[in-house]
């Protein structure tokens, strides 16, 4: 596929159950970031890949979450002992350097914690 | 608080109007990007501004910024109704390490 692709679209969970959400990057692009949009914080910034260097955890809003990149490419987001709080919409993006350059948006995982 | 600001929360024109969104922000940036979003799901580039440019142009958008003000607009010029959306403004700071710091958007309505 040409753009960014996340999966799976919609996931609905019981409060206390861990969740894995997936991010694939537009192929060739070498920065991936991960978002998130709620209600009531509207969109936040998660945390960046720049290639293969180990990621700023510091904007993940605790530390039940979690991210890797392997290989340089496909992206999980993992949110351990969910929370009604982590209800939201998960988004990714890619760029093909880095910040400096446009990021394109996967469509999202809508998140709903029960 | 958000790093980017729209200006107005909510627009409704009608179409054929042009529609003007204002985008102000507080820090030094690198680049500023214009989105749009349908429905609540995937954000759409529009166009990206650098820090050392002043207007940019795509189609019937225009986008100018104004580093001493801080600021920044999107003209639509020739509304259709499938312009209907919120529109967002986000910066990305120099070393990128933040990611991009989104507003709040603002949503624009066009009557048919």
């Known amino acids: 596929g040409a753009g960014v692709s996340q999966s799976p679209s919609n996931k609905v969970t019981e409060k206390g159950k861990d969740v894995e959400l997936r991010c694939d990057p537009i192929?060739?692009?070498?920065?991936l970031y991960w978002y998130r949009q709620s209600l009531g914080q509207g969109l936040e910034f998660l945390i960046y890949?720049?290639?293969?260097?180990?990621?700023?955890k510091s904007g993940l809003p605790s530390d039940r979450f979690s991210a890797e990149r392997t290989g340089g490419s496909v992206s999980t987001l993992t949110i351990q002992r969910t929370q009604q709080e982590d209800s939201a919409v998960y988004l990714c993006?890619?760029?093909?350097?880095?910040?400096?350059?446009?990021?394109?948006f996967g469509p999202g995982t809508r998140l709903l914690v029960l | 608080s958000q790093q980017g600001e729209e200006d107005p929360q909510a627009l409704s024109i009608q179409e054929g109007e042009n529609a003007t969104m204002n985008c102000s922000y507080k820090?030094?940036?690198?680049?500023l990007q214009w989105y749009r979003q349908n429905s609540g799901r995937g954000l759409v580039h529009l166009i990206l501004?650098?820090?050392?440019?002043r207007e940019k142009h795509s189609g019937r958008l225009r986008v100018t910024l104004d580093t001493s003000k801080k600021s920044s607009s999107l003209l639509i010029t020739a509304s259709r109704a499938a312009d209907t959306a919120s529109y967002f403004c986000?910066?990305?700071?120099?070393?990128?390490?933040?990611?991009?710091?989104f507003g709040k958007g603002t949503h624009l309505i066009i009557q048919p």
């Open positions: 986000a910066t990305a700071r120099w070393g990128g390490a933040d990611g991009l710091t």
């Open positions: 993006a890619s760029s093909f350097l880095d910040y400096q350059e446009t990021q394109y």
């Open positions: 192929s060739g692009h070498t920065a």
């Open positions: 890949f720049q290639g293969n260097s180990a990621p700023d």
């Open positions: 820090t030094s940036i690198n680049n």
């Open positions: 501004i650098r820090s050392n440019e």
